[in-house]
């Protein structure tokens, strides 16, 4: 552990001296002794942790010294030691921000080791509630996340920032795997709500006749199988932000249900009587036209009008071909630094390829065909033969099966491609594929494949 510096100004020798080798005792500490104001002053560059004035020094006030410490520097800790209790001038110090106020004593010694002690709890505190926010600040700054250059995910940039910047609800618009998520999360951790929780909600991949009780929660035995209270995803998203992907896959009793949660702020749970205030912020996504929705009966229109908030669209990759080979590094140099293999690279005619195709799939097609090319390569280059395109006709069938992968590579991709498809639910995939959930835990677990 680093050197604590303390500097000790006390002109009383002997009672500087008992200070000096009481808090030597610790042998962290790195105790200077000072008989006057001016030589503490001049050596105030040597950067103290704390400094402790006498307040009755031969050259100048305790006040005067306090003064001068702060104006040089605002943040240094210091703690005042008085011969007498005087009242109003330690509540002035206190209040101009003196970390503590000691009197002469029996008990000095002791008071003063115990206030170090609560000082560096603090210090220490304060350094890991920055660094926590540096890294919060850091992980999402979503410029490292959404990756894109072009002029249509710059304008998407834009609306993101002003979004964060207010609590409007907001509505984002784009086919699969365009990036609706990403969006979404960018907003909610760049806005004041970013302490608060995350909550994304797919209304596609929840049963219909579980989708109430999930939003609303339950009360014990308000139907068969409600062992115990569960509060619903209105309720975890505190006042955080509920992100409702997929919207448009809302039915109509439902969404009257949202809208009346919207308009009152409240709600009570299924087979409860109490109202539970609600605070959270709404962004919503969806791959269809709500307005289109709204014309053919399929969507509340007095729903529509309240979420639709500051709209943003993400258009599909194929309309922003200038953003595929940026976003290729991207996913390739992820997976390398994953797979701690060498830097693959993509030749010419490769790119050529990439840059050819429509990605029906957008992003999420593109990181699947960019992780098996680099599978494939062969010398850390990708070639055009290693790029499979994978969305659906029987030839890309074909041809992901005449990539001749093991049968484990293939039961890699096979899940990756399902997780992906019913975002991350475990569950579900499993049921899907008829396979054990453990099976596919234990793969996320040892990073043989990984999440979306
Ligand atoms: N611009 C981008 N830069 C980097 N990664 C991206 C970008 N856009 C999307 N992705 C990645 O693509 C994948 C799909 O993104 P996301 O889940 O946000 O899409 P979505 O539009 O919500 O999809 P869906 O409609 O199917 O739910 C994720 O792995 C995401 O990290």
Redesign the pocket.
């Known amino acids: 552990m680093l050197d604590f510096k303390i500097f000790i100004v006390e002109d009383d020798k002997w009672y500087g001296g008992l200070l000096h080798h009481y808090l030597s005792q610790n042998p962290d500490y790195d105790v200077t002794l000072f008989g006057t104001g001016k030589e503490c002053l001049a050596q105030l560059h040597r950067k103290p942790d704390l400094v402790t004035i006498d307040f009755g020094l031969p050259d100048m006030t305790g006040e005067e010294l306090y003064g001068k410490i702060k104006q040089a520097y605002p943040n240094l800790p210091v703690i005042i030691i008085s011969a007498q209790e005087r009242i109003t001038t330690a509540v002035n110090l206190l209040k101009m921000g003196a970390e503590d106020y000691l009197i002469k004593d029996e008990n000095t010694q002791q008071l003063l080791w115990r206030a170090i002690i609560r000082l560096r709890e603090k210090q220490s505190l304060h350094n890991e509630i920055s660094e926590l926010k540096a890294e919060l600040k850091t992980k999402y700054d979503y410029s490292h996340?959404?990756?894109?250059k072009s002029p249509a995910?710059q304008a998407v940039f834009k609306l993101i920032d002003k979004a964060a910047g207010s609590l409007i609800n907001v509505s984002?618009a784009?086919?699969?795997?365009?990036?609706?998520?990403?969006?979404?999360r960018a907003v909610h951790y760049n806005s004041s709500r970013s302490g608060h929780p995350f909550i994304p909600v797919?209304m596609a991949a929840i049963p219909k006749d579980l989708v109430e009780s999930e939003l609303f929660g339950y009360e014990k035995g308000a139907f068969t199988g409600a062992l115990n209270r569960k509060s619903g995803r209105f309720e975890e998203a505190g006042s955080g932000t509920l992100f409702l992907?997929?919207i448009g896959e809302m039915d109509l009793n439902i969404q009257s249900k949202l809208l009346r949660v919207l308009q009152e702020k409240e709600l009570t749970r299924l087979g409860g009587t109490s109202k539970i205030k609600l605070d959270f912020r709404l962004v919503v996504?969806t791959?269809k036209n709500l307005s289109e929705e709204v014309k053919k009966g399929n969507f509340r229109e007095d729903l529509y009008y309240r979420i639709v908030g500051l709209p943003i669209n993400?258009p599909p990759l194929r309309e922003r071909r200038e953003?595929i080979l940026l976003?290729t590094q991207?996913?390739l140099t992820a997976y390398c630094k994953e797979n701690k293999i060498p830097e693959v690279r993509v030749s010419p005619a490769a790119r050529e390829k990439l840059l050819d195709y429509s990605y029906p799939g957008?992003?999420?097609e593109?990181?699947s065909v960019v992780e098996l090319a680099a599978v494939m390569s062969e010398n850390n280059i990708i070639e055009p033969e290693d790029i499979t395109f994978l969305s659906g006709n029987s030839q890309n069938v074909d041809a992901v099966l005449n990539t001749e992968l093991t049968l484990r590579e293939y039961t890699r991709l096979i899940i990756r491609n399902y997780l992906?498809?019913y975002?991350d639910n475990v569950l579900l995939v499993a049921e899907k594929l008829d396979i054990g959930k453990s099976t596919i835990y234990k793969m996320l677990q040892t990073g043989e494949i990984e999440g979306?």
């Open positions: 996340s959404i990756i894109g995910l984002i784009g086919e699969t795997g365009t990036g609706k998520e990403l969006v979404a797919n992907d997929e996504a791959h993400l953003d976003i991207h996913f957008n992003v999420r593109l990181k992906k498809r975002d979306a």
